[in-house]
């Protein structure tokens, strides 16, 4: 696929979105010195050419009570990837799990209410057959997650 050419108007919407994705096109309008019809237009061109796809909201853990988020970096034996996979779908906390490329076969992202839950997990995953290593990686900084990796049925009250 060819690179696609963005100029500084696209880069200037793409990142007001990226910031807050109910930007109003007049703002973006006044920031760039274009009119508002230049801004729906390049819009919907960016829309079209599939670089924007979805607009989406971000969601903080910790205003769930989720302290501690990590993403786990897990070597498995090669022929296990599915299994495990099945497996860390029902490790409760984690957010999100996909095969990967590298020296590591899954990366996953997990949120727990404290350290000693998180290591609970980690240790949970450790003692599967198929897993070699699982790499942890503690998010020290502010943090948000896409709705669709965050795991919000487990916070239902019952």
């Not at 498995?76 to 984690?94: A, R, Y």
């Not at 899954?106 to 790499?135: C, D, G, P, W, Y």
């Amino acid at each position: 696929m060819a690179r696609r050419k963005l100029d500084e108007i696209d880069v200037s919407i793409l990142r007001n979105l990226q910031k807050d994705a109910r930007t109003k096109y007049s703002d973006m309008a006044a920031q760039c010195n274009v009119s508002v019809d230049t801004i729906i237009k390049r819009f919907r061109k960016l829309r079209d050419r599939g670089i924007i796809t979805n607009t989406t909201l971000l969601l903080d853990p910790r205003k769930f009570g989720e302290e501690v988020i990590a993403n786990f970096s897990i070597d498995v034996e090669p022929s296990s990837v599915d299994q495990v996979l099945e497996f860390l779908k029902k490790q409760n906390g984690l957010c999100f799990a996909t095969h990967a490329m590298g020296e590591y076969d899954i990366f996953s992202i997990a949120t727990r209410r404290n350290m000693n839950e998180m290591n609970n997990l980690k240790e949970t995953i450790q003692s599967h057959n198929m897993v070699r290593e699982v790499k942890t990686n503690i998010w020290v900084d502010q943090f948000l997650l896409c709705p669709q990796n965050f795991e919000l049925e487990p916070l239902i009250e019952e």
